[in-house]
Nanobody, 125 residues
């Protein structure tokens, strides 16, 4: 069982930056694939970014590629999402997610087992 707690959300102007953090419980964090998803009002939840257990592989949605960066600190049981050049369309609740393992690109994009409660990110124009 993994418990996830996100933090770092808030209100920022367009063009600004935020860094989200996700703290995980458990001693097996370093073996888990971690992902970030977001859900805007009236829209379905969508994939944002994912990172392999070692941090050696990262994946991004096209809409955030080049602006967002996912990273992890296994010694701190924490995964991060650095968000730069934010746009109003990035406004959403951002969720951290975890799964025990992955094989192949498609695996990183969906079907995560554990989810955090979400943190609100609002980008004003």
């Amino acid at each position: 069982q993994v418990q996830l707690v996100e933090s770092g959300g808030g209100l920022v102007q367009a063009g600004g930056s935020l860094r989200l953090s996700c703290a995980a419980s458990g001693r097996t964090f370093s073996t888990y694939v971690m992902g970030w998803f977001r859900q805007a009002p009236g829209k379905e939840r969508e994939f944002v970014a994912a990172i392999s257990s070692t941090g050696g592989r990262t994946y991004y949605a096209d809409s955030v590629k080049g602006r967002f960066a996912i990273s992890r600190a296994n010694a701190k049981n924490t995964v991060y999402l650095q968000m730069n050049s934010l746009k109003p369309e990035d406004t959403a609740v951002y969720y951290c997610a975890a799964k025990p393992w992955c094989s192949g690109y498609g695996c990183y994009l969906s079907e995560y087992d554990y989810w955090g409660q979400g943190t609100q990110v609002t980008v004003s124009s």
